[in-house]
């Protein structure tokens, strides 16, 4: 619950909040029904002794003392029966809280494991990615989508409120949600910005995260494809201008032919 908390992920955290409480309410059922036997029990024990003692002090012979002695064996006995009982039942419920909080356990830390990892391969990769929930609100962000677009945390999250479709540079906002929704798979598309009045060309990719057939987040990645854009850009120019040269060459080559047939034709008049 603190875990997702300090990630801003108020979802998951109220998720095992929920479960924390559950167990705690569990607990205390279970503490509470204990101390209900217990005060039956001894309720039980104080009305016997008493009416154990009234004919104790009513027998006066061998034959009553001794079926006297007799109830208050078997009356300890079933005593000693309830809280064996008591004891028993304690020691199961126990052990199955105990298995079930450490199942728990081990499932929060496998996942603690693994939200460190992604966590260390998100903040470290050189694209940028950003989670959003199912309204469109940007819930987190790596620091390389901070560095692409010269930006601050607050500036995200404080003044632009976080919402994906007022930041996204897609004509559609609604489209891209459409469609992760209702296909289930990635949208991709490439987009132009102007930062410090140079022009970058981003590619995004909006996906669906899924638990259980269930589209819980949306994880964006944004790469910087200036370069390749540039080098395209530059192939073209160089395809155009091989092509020109191209037209020019066969164009020489056509009056080279032209000159070479006036040339042939003047030597058949010379001759």
């Not at 300890?76 to 029966?81: D, R």
């Not at 819930?139 to 692409?148: E, G, I, P």
Request: charged residues 30%; contains cysteine.
């Amino acid at each position: 619950y603190k875990l997702y908390k300090e990630q801003n992920s108020l979802s998951e955290a109220l998720k095992y909040h929920e479960e924390f409480q559950k167990y705690s309410d569990s607990i205390l059922n279970i503490n509470s029904y204990i101390i209900f036997e217990k005060f039956e029990v001894e309720r039980k024990y104080k009305t016997e002794s008493d009416r154990i003692n009234q004919e104790l002090n009513l027998m006066h012979s061998t034959g009553k003392k001794l079926k006297i002695l007799l109830l208050s064996t078997l009356f300890a006995f079933f005593v000693l029966l309830i809280f064996v009982s008591i004891y028993i039942k304690k020691s199961k419920i126990a052990a199955r809280q105990k298995n079930m909080i450490e199942k728990q356990k081990q499932i929060i830390l496998k996942q603690y494991e693994r939200f460190k990892l992604l966590s260390m391969v998100a903040s470290h990769t050189n694209n940028s990615i950003f989670i959003m929930d199912m309204a469109g609100k940007i819930v987190w962000v790596n620091n390389s989508l901070l560095k692409l677009y010269n930006t601050t945390h607050y500036e995200i999250f404080e003044q632009a409120q976080a919402d994906f479709k007022k930041l996204t540079r897609y004509s559609d906002p609604e489209e891209i949600f459409k469609s992760c929704i209702e296909e289930q798979k990635p949208f991709k598309y490439i987009s132009e910005l102007f930062i410090d009045g140079k022009k970058l060309w981003i590619h995004t990719e909006i996906s669906p995260i899924i638990e259980s057939d269930v589209i819980i987040n949306f994880i964006g990645i944004e790469t910087d494809i200036t370069s390749i854009k540039n080098a395209e850009h530059e192939i073209d120019k160089q395809k155009k201008d091989i092509e020109y040269k191209s037209k020019l060459l066969e164009i020489y080559n056509n009056e080279l032919k032209q000159q070479k047939e006036a040339i042939v034709a003047q030597n058949e008049e010379l001759k």
